[in-house]
């Protein structure tokens, strides 16, 4: 590859990757705004991002706005991730594994998205069953994508290895999550796993912005 489609390529990831924290900031507002309208208050550390979305509220209520704030913000979210996993891979050229790796992790990562769709548009007390599929179903692939992406950091010798210490922080968070160790404070653990891939997507953009400048 040239030197200048190297360049092009890692712009268009840089982008991608403002997009993505683009998609955290509409996350998280959105979030905010369903969790002031949700009946009887919402309780970070008692009460799951899922349960923002329920037709009738934990207290009993009907729950009318929170629903609406949850499902446009989700979907949002995973649309504008689209771009991102869709280039990101493209800047792990050091070797045929680590191109393998990137593209296996951006392969998860898309395979994310129609989970975390699930998420939103099924409520959690309307089919149970089917919402913890995609709730799992979406914890367990962005962990092989990450997972994926970590090892390609690390084996990448012009990437700063703790991205992808982080990352596989994350992903060991993640697992340990979906078995249900954390099962008295899984909805504290949730938003902190949050946070942390939300701070992993900034330091990839940080980090592609230098190369690219």
Not at 58 to 85: K, M, Q
Not at 108 to 134: Q, R, S, T, W
Request: proline share 4%; glycine share 6%; aromatic share 20%.
């Amino acid at each position: 590859m040239k030197s200048s489609e190297i360049y092009e390529t890692e712009d268009r990831t840089k982008f991608a990757s403002f997009l993505a924290i683009v998609a955290f900031i509409i996350y998280y507002s959105f979030i905010l705004v369903a969790a002031l309208f949700y009946p009887g208050g919402y309780d970070l550390l008692h009460n799951y991002y899922s349960d923002l979305g329920r037709t009738v509220a934990l207290n009993g209520e009907n729950n009318t706005y929170s629903p609406f704030f949850f499902i446009l913000g989700t979907t949002v979210t995973g649309l504008l991730f689209v771009p991102f996993w869709l280039t990101y891979y493209s800047i792990f050229r050091h070797s045929n594994f680590t191109r393998s790796l990137g593209k296996l992790g951006s392969i998860f990562g898309m395979l994310a998205i129609p989970c975390l769709f699930g998420i939103a548009f099924i409520p959690i007390n309307v089919f149970l069953d089917l919402h913890a599929i995609f709730s799992i179903s979406y914890y367990l692939t962005i962990s092989i994508s990450l997972f994926c992406y970590s090892i390609a950091i690390i084996l990448q010798p012009d990437y700063p290895n703790y991205n992808g210490l982080l990352g596989l922080f994350i992903v060991i968070f993640e697992i340990l999550f979906i078995i249900g160790l954390f099962a008295e404070i899984e909805p504290l653990v949730q938003k902190i796993t949050s946070l942390c891939f939300a701070f992993w997507i900034i330091l990839q953009f940080l980090t592609i912005r230098k190369a690219v400048v």
